[in-house]
């Protein structure tokens, strides 16, 4: 492992409400957000930065990945030792965002394991066994 460590939903949510400079990363795609739904960090007076780890429609990797996130963090205020915390669908793409910036020298970089929708349960239904749905943490859809 090349990141800070995996962590789950609920410590995501502690995390970013015990450290006012902790931030959430959404590395999943535009049509992830528009249909299934996005974190609402509002109550904490937080929003999290979006940036796709693998681009709509055709997945390919975002070579612009790590300068964007870079980019956001340093325009909110987030130091290169601060928590910072990845999340995807189900924790496989955030792996490889958390190296990403690992590589950039963020040195608290951790993958949320179970994602936003978590794994899939007996009928491939998600949402119902894992992640931030299950885990009824505060999200909207658009």
């Known amino acids: 492992m090349d990141y800070a460590g995996d962590v789950t939903c609920k410590d995501t949510w502690n995390g970013l409400k015990e450290n006012t400079k902790a931030c959430l990363v959404d590395v999943r795609t535009t049509r992830e957000w528009e249909t299934i739904g996005i974190p609402d960090l509002s109550s904490l ?9 693998q681009m709509f429609p055709d997945m390919r990797l975002n070579p612009e990945f790590a300068s964007n996130v870079e980019a956001s963090l340093t325009a909110n205020g987030v130091g290169k030792n601060d928590p910072i ?11 490889g965002a958390a190296s ?8 608290n970089c951790f993958n949320i394991i179970a994602g936003f929708e978590g794994n899939p349960n007996s009928t491939g239904q998600r949402g119902t066994v894992s992640g931030w749905q299950f ?8």
Do not use: M, N
């Not at 007076?45 to 780890?53: H, L, S």
């Not at 885990?135 to 859809?141: E, N, R, S, T």
């Open 85 to 95: 915390y990845f999340l995807c669908r189900s924790g496989v793409r955030s792996q």
């Open 135 to 142: 885990d009824k943490l505060p999200f909207q859809k658009e």
């Open 100 to 107: 990403a910036l690992t590589s950039l020298g963020y040195t």
């Open 45 to 53: 007076d937080k929003k999290p930065i979006f940036e796709e780890w």
